[in-house]
């Protein structure tokens, strides 16, 4: 027999996730990876610390958040199997670039503070590495899936490897190179946006 699975108590649950996520991605960003606990992360939240605790231990709520931040999602579906994204992906050809980078914009804007804190973690415990290496294999499944949809789409003309091209676009919208230009370099969402359109145009979909 198939147990019953109440929605309400589902929506509860997605809620409660949602809350202990947006808290650890402010205590983690304020504190840092060894400055934050489930205690401090319990009271931001408004939960107890075993509520808490039934989303991880440090490491991999430290993942979740910043995943979290990136997609607003409580879940680590990678993007190009996310239902949620469909609409974007149906964008029609001359909308489709600008919209994902507008999403990609809007992610990193949110998320873009906690990536150092990510690092630093990873640097100094094997269980934030392990899960963070994770956290780059879907990157790259993303990315591959996105020059898979320019081929498709007739967008993308280039005879270059797929695997390079998908290396290329990982490198210009990576967390790192969004927080040199914008946060450190002062660009504007807006021109950050434009910017990696074109760049993508001129590095990706052609030769």
């Not at 934030?128 to 498709?152: C, F, K, P, W, Y």
């Not at 370099?185 to 590095?203: C, F, K, N, P």
Request: charged share 25%; glycine share 6%.
């Amino acid at each position: 027999m198939t147990p019953y699975i109440s929605p309400l108590r589902e929506a509860q649950a997605a809620q409660t996730r949602r809350r202990v996520l947006d808290a650890a991605v402010a205590v983690f960003s304020e504190k840092g990876y060894s400055g934050a606990s489930l205690a401090l992360i319990a009271k931001r939240a408004d939960v107890s610390v075993e509520t808490v605790k039934q989303h991880g231990p440090k490491a991999p709520l430290l993942i979740a958040a910043f995943g979290h931040a990136f997609t607003r999602a409580v879940d680590d579906t990678p993007l190009h199997q996310r239902s949620d994204l469909e609409n974007l992906r149906s964008l029609p050809d001359d909308e489709f670039l600008p919209g994902w980078m507008a999403f990609v914009a809007e992610g990193y804007e949110r998320s873009a503070r906690l990536w150092p804190r990510v690092l630093e973690a990873a640097a100094v415990d094997p269980a934030v590495g392990t899960r963070l290496a994770s956290l780059q294999a879907n990157r790259r499944s993303d990315m591959e899936s996105v020059i898979a949809h320019l081929r498709d789409r007739g967008l993308c003309r280039s005879s270059r490897d797929d695997g390079e091209l998908a290396s290329v676009i990982s490198f210009l919208i990576s967390p790192e190179s969004y927080t040199q230009l914008v946060d450190e370099g002062g660009m504007s969402q807006d021109t950050y946006r434009d910017w990696i359109v074109h760049a993508i145009e001129r590095l990706i979909l052609t030769d």
